[in-house]
């Protein structure tokens, strides 16, 4: 019988020949260069209408060819954005990836490893799980404590809550009713958005600063008959991205142990700050909270896309996500019997985003992680000294963690943003401002997130220089 034919062109999709290696070849020259650059540039994001004036179709019937694609993307696009890893990178919260963990992101993706179930992804999975053990040591969250990898903190979050949300609902009484939340006002925006995707009610604790165990139990106490019985957990924050403040994790810790109440620590940004000796006790409390969500890919040097939430007790995840299907069943047989980090989280496909910070760790040892992220605390404090010491700027409050808010006097909103765009437009640097609500004004402040050790004094006395 003769075989079905094959056009070339689908063939030539999974073909190797002269051309993919040609590519191949541009690619890791591209990667090489990328990981040994040290004077990184600035990128600024055009309008679309000029990119596509620029780069032109790319996506038709027959391909316009790897060559051209790449040289589209070297030439014009990767400079249309801006480098997260940059030094004088200091909005949002930058990153600043290790070129090991770079290197194996690269190592990652090829390998093409499917990280749902231990079956397929053992060798991987084994790697993430290592790296996952420093993390749970970091917590002090006693055994069996454990967690997996997701994309980020959002995905952290809404896999913690819908496991606590489980939980309480194992209540007969509570099977058919819509649960309730507490938080604070400087909780991460994805709480809040989390709250919408599982449909439960969200309480806000009024304060930009740290909330207490006195704030959570005097909200409590407002709350009628009914509330109190559909609330079943709160969320304190390890580090808010916008001042880098820790709530009162003990006192917090104390009100849901004998409210019953499932106890969340949101810790994507601050969760880095854990290995810093210096300021480790400012998180005592959080080695009692039921889950945990750290983001490596902020302060602990992994690519995008790498967070992680933990759990005090897995099996209370595990009945929450653990997911049925026929064509499934075979990863529960004891033949393939190993850990599934599907079960954990609300990903079923899911890559093994956990390795490159495993292979940096591995590469590197935790003790350089911890210089690194001491670093990063030091710079807030060196800007926060400088500020101090220049005239036309001032503190807005004194610099936590990794973040510094400042004002520069007599600036509008609008001399903020301008200053902002002129920066990027220039190829200088990326500071951003933010608001920092104090009763009942919102004023706009200029804010530094420091993530990446290679910034220096001489990056923040001229990005301090430009205000003037």
């Known amino acids: 019988m003769s075989k079905p034919s094959t056009s070339k062109k689908t063939a030539s999709m999974h073909t190797i020949d002269m051309d993919l290696i040609e590519m191949t070849l541009d690619v890791m020259k591209y990667a090489i260069h990328r990981i040994t650059n040290s004077s990184l540039e600035i990128g600024s994001p055009k309008k679309e209408e000029e990119l596509r004036r620029l780069v032109g179709e790319t996506i038709t019937d027959t391909g316009i060819g790897g060559e051209k694609a790449f040289k589209l993307f070297r030439d014009v696009l990767v400079k249309a954005t801006v480098p997260i890893d940059h030094p004088r990178h200091l909005a949002f919260v930058p990153a600043a990836p290790t070129r090991a963990a770079i290197m194996f992101d690269l190592v990652t993706a090829a390998s093409s490893i499917h990280g749902a179930y231990w079956m397929e992804g053992a060798g991987g999975i084994y790697c993430e799980n290592e790296a996952m053990k420093w993390l749970v040591s970091l917590t002090g969250l006693p055994e069996p404590a454990s967690g997996v990898f997701t994309s980020g903190g959002t995905a952290a979050n809404l896999s913690a809550l819908v496991a606590a949300r489980e939980y309480w609902r194992k209540n007969p009484e509570y099977q058919n009713r819509k649960g309730l939340i507490i938080t604070s006002v400087g909780a991460h925006s994805s709480v809040k958005a989390m709250a919408k995707v599982i449909d439960v009610d969200l309480l806000l604790i009024e304060t930009e600063d740290a909330m207490s165990g006195d704030d959570l139990r005097k909200k409590i106490k407002t709350l009628d008959s009914d509330q109190r019985q559909r609330l079943f957990a709160v969320v304190a924050t390890g580090g808010t991205t916008n001042a880098g403040i820790i709530d009162g994790l003990a006192g917090i810790a104390e009100i849901c142990?004998?409210?019953?109440?499932?106890?969340?620590?949101?810790?994507?940004?601050?969760?880095?700050?854990?290995?810093?000796?210096?300021?480790?006790?400012?998180?005592?409390?959080?080695?009692?909270?039921?889950?945990?969500?750290?983001?490596?890919?902020?302060?602990?040097?992994?690519?995008?896309?790498?967070?992680?939430?933990?759990?005090?007790?897995?099996?209370?995840?595990?009945?929450?996500?653990?997911?049925?299907?026929?064509?499934?069943?075979?990863?529960?047989?004891?033949?393939?019997?190993?850990?599934?980090?599907?079960?954990?989280?609300?990903?079923?496909?899911?890559?093994?985003?956990?390795?490159?910070?495993?292979?940096?760790?591995?590469?590197?040892?935790?003790?350089?992680?911890?210089?690194?992220?001491?670093?990063?605390?030091?710079?807030?404090?060196?800007?926060?000294?400088?500020?101090?010491?220049?005239?036309?700027?001032?503190?807005?409050?004194?610099?936590?963690?990794?973040?510094?808010?400042?004002?520069?006097?007599?600036?509008?909103?609008?001399?903020?943003?301008?200053?902002?765009?002129?920066?990027?437009?220039?190829?200088?640097?990326?500071?951003?401002?933010?608001?920092?609500?104090?009763?009942?004004?919102?004023?706009?402040?200029?804010?530094?997130?420091?993530?990446?050790?290679?910034?220096?004094?001489?990056?923040?006395?001229?990005?301090?220089?430009?205000?003037?």
């Open 257 to 468: 142990e004998s409210e019953k109440l499932w106890f969340h620590v949101d810790a994507a940004y601050g969760g880095g700050a854990l290995a810093a000796d210096s300021v480790r006790h400012l998180f005592n409390g959080i080695e009692r909270a039921d889950s945990i969500t750290i983001d490596p890919h902020k302060w602990l040097f992994s690519p995008y896309d790498c967070g992680a939430v933990i759990y005090k007790n897995p099996e209370l995840a595990k009945n929450a996500h653990a997911q049925e299907g026929s064509y499934l069943d075979i990863f529960k047989d004891e033949g393939a019997n190993g850990f599934n980090p599907s079960d954990y989280q609300i990903q079923l496909t899911r890559r093994v985003r956990g390795m490159p910070l495993w292979f940096s760790l591995a590469t590197h040892g935790t003790d350089k992680y911890k210089w690194a992220v001491e670093r990063g605390i030091t710079l807030a404090n060196l800007a926060g000294r400088l500020i101090s010491e220049n005239p036309l700027v001032e503190l807005v409050r004194e610099p936590s963690l990794s973040c510094v808010l400042f004002r520069r006097k007599g600036w509008t909103p609008e001399d903020y943003r301008d200053w902002t765009y002129k920066n990027q437009r220039e190829g200088f640097a990326l500071v951003t401002p933010t608001k920092w609500k104090q009763r009942d004004t919102a004023e706009t402040v200029a804010r530094f997130c420091f993530i990446n050790p290679d910034t220096t004094e001489e990056d923040i006395v001229a990005i301090l220089d430009t205000m003037a």
